[in-house]
């Protein structure tokens, strides 16, 4: 399900495509019609036959047919409820699609707020009476727990032929979303987000839950950056014609352990690897294996070496990069035995580093004269004075292991001109904490002000304190050096 936060997001998602078979629904870009997890054509009238994470020839036509006309006459019929009441729920907009039923932005009229129905229409239930026992236990093994990592289903149902599940509206967007806008993330960003997903599903592998599905598209990201799972055990079944027979899977092939595709039922270890896949994707932008066909990635999958997640041009630790081949070990037995140990692993090589993003969201929510941006591992932010002046400063960390990386906040004062040497020299043997320096920036040679901290001490009170001071410092070097405000 994809999250929305206002009527014109609401707009957006309404003309979203759907691919049935992919379970997702997502914005055409460029007028192109191709589903962007199978990479085949995707009808604008949600007649999609297309097979979640590859464009397998081989997939039994009549399979994949009817479910697919059923799922666009589905989505129809559960559309038309937008704008009416279901029971004590008015529907007020579409948040997206899946295998396993629809999710619309609703009104709990009698409790006064808003939530997320995932709504089962009546013509799937018919077409496959096992969707109706899958969604509901789904929605009892989801209310079952109970953690800042997973999505809350309140209560569960049944109104004019409508199975509904009610759940907590998450107003953000999905892992997979911000992977596809924003491409990978910086390496400690990765680890925690992986971190608090394994956190989530640890929790429901205590329970004895196993979620068969997870990916960065059922994982919604909060506006203040918490993960949180959702989806269990609605995995999407396709079956394979291999030789004379006719097999059945259930997952999202990209994702699946290599002894799924051997015929193993699904596991906390297959899990496990399907959270490694995530964490890769997290780390690169891309998955670690594609292929035309369901056959090729699975020769892939059990096969192939892990790909190089150090080649990208990002600055990857080697420890990150052996807690990752663990996840994705091609042997169950090689990988933790559930989420609990993988969190265990992701904390260990994570310390007790926090990542920027969510230390600068803790830091500046309150604060609107400053605003960031991400560039690669590095974040520019934009800093404006009481007194109208502004200032350029920079968050980036080290190049040291994950345990000794430091953070290197910078301002900008003005161009590094020769005529201003002797000043800047005799200014920075006064400077207490910090110093001036001369870096190239957006290339052109300017005086900066730098200051570093230990990022696995650093909090967010100390890192808005000292982006301040060093802007503010900055400044006053940038006032007495040319009298003006350059920045």
């Known amino acids: 399900m994809s999250p929305m936060s206002s009527n014109g997001r609401n707009a957006r998602?309404?003309?979203?495509?759907?691919?049935?078979?992919?379970?997702?629904?997502?914005?055409?870009?460029?007028?192109?019609?191709?589903?962007?997890?199978?990479k085949t054509p995707v009808d604008q009238g949600h007649t999609s036959t297309c097979v979640a994470g590859a464009a397998e020839a081989a997939v039994e036509e009549e399979s994949t047919a009817a479910p697919s006309r059923a799922s666009a006459a589905a989505a129809v019929e559960c559309d038309a409820l937008i704008g009416k009441t279901l029971g004590v729920y008015r529907l007020e907009g579409l948040l997206g699609a899946g295998a396993m039923g629809r999710v619309y932005l609703a009104r709990h009229l009698d409790l006064h707020r808003s939530c997320a129905l995932k709504i089962l229409p009546p013509r799937l239930a018919e077409t496959d009476p096992g969707y109706v026992d899958r969604f509901l236990n789904e929605g009892r093994d989801q209310a079952s727990l109970v953690h800042p990592n997973v999505v809350t289903v309140h209560a569960i149902g049944v109104e004019k032929g409508f199975y509904f599940l009610e759940m907590?509206?998450?107003?953000?967007?999905?892992?997979?979303?911000?992977?596809?806008?924003?491409?990978?993330?910086?390496?400690?960003?990765?680890?925690?987000?992986?971190?608090?997903?394994?956190?989530g599903l640890g929790a429901a592998h205590l329970a004895g839950i196993v979620h068969r599905d997870l990916k960065p598209d059922n994982v919604l990201l909060t506006h203040t950056g918490i993960p949180k799972l959702g989806d269990f055990g609605l995995a999407k079944r396709f079956v394979v014609r291999q030789g004379a027979d006719h097999v059945e899977f259930a997952g999202t092939p990209a994702y699946m352990a290599p002894e799924l595709f051997h015929g193993a039922a699904p596991s906390p270890a297959s899990d496990v690897y399907a959270l490694g896949v995530s964490y890769f994707q997290l780390l690169t932008g891309r998955l670690p294996f594609d292929a035309p066909t369901i056959a090729q990635l699975r020769e892939l999958v059990t096969d192939a070496p892990i790909p190089s997640v150090?080649?990208?041009?990002?600055?990857?630790?080697?420890?990150?990069?052996?807690?990752l081949h663990l996840l994705m070990a091609k042997a169950p037995e090689g990988r933790p035995a559930s989420a609990l140990g993988a969190a265990v692993l992701l904390q260990a090589v994570l310390g007790e580093a926090?990542?920027?993003?969510?230390?600068?969201?803790?830091?500046?929510?309150?604060?609107?004269?400053?605003?960031?941006?991400?560039?690669?591992e590095s974040y520019r932010l934009n800093v404006s004075f009481a007194n109208g002046r502004k200032q350029i400063a920079f968050i980036e960390p080290s190049g040291h292991a994950t345990a000794e990386r430091m953070l290197l906040i910078s301002s900008v004062c003005c161009p590094a001109e020769?005529?201003?040497?002797?000043?800047?020299?005799?200014?920075?043997?006064?400077?207490?904490?910090?110093a001036l320096a001369i870096r190239e920036i957006d290339g052109q040679a300017v005086f900066v002000m730098i200051n570093n901290y230990p990022w696995s001490t650093v909090d967010p009170e100390e890192i808005r304190r000292s982006v301040l001071e060093v802007a503010h410092r900055a400044d006053a070097i940038e006032t007495l050096l040319t009298g003006q405000d350059l920045n």
């Open 13 to 38: 998602l309404m003309a979203a495509v759907f691919c049935p078979q992919c379970g997702i629904s997502y914005s055409p870009r460029n007028g192109g019609t191709l589903c962007p997890t199978c």
């Open 168 to 199: 907590e509206f998450v107003p953000g967007r999905s892992l997979g979303s911000m992977v596809g806008e924003e491409g990978a993330q910086a390496p400690v960003r990765a680890t925690t987000l992986s971190l608090r997903v394994a956190e």
């Open 310 to 323: 150090r080649n990208r041009g990002q600055r990857i630790p080697m420890e990150m990069v052996e807690c």
């Open 354 to 376: 926090e990542d920027l993003e969510s230390l600068l969201s803790k830091a500046f929510r309150e604060h609107r004269e400053i605003t960031w941006r991400r560039e690669g």
């Open 418 to 434: 020769p005529s201003y040497y002797e000043t800047a020299l005799r200014l920075n043997s006064e400077i207490l904490h910090g």
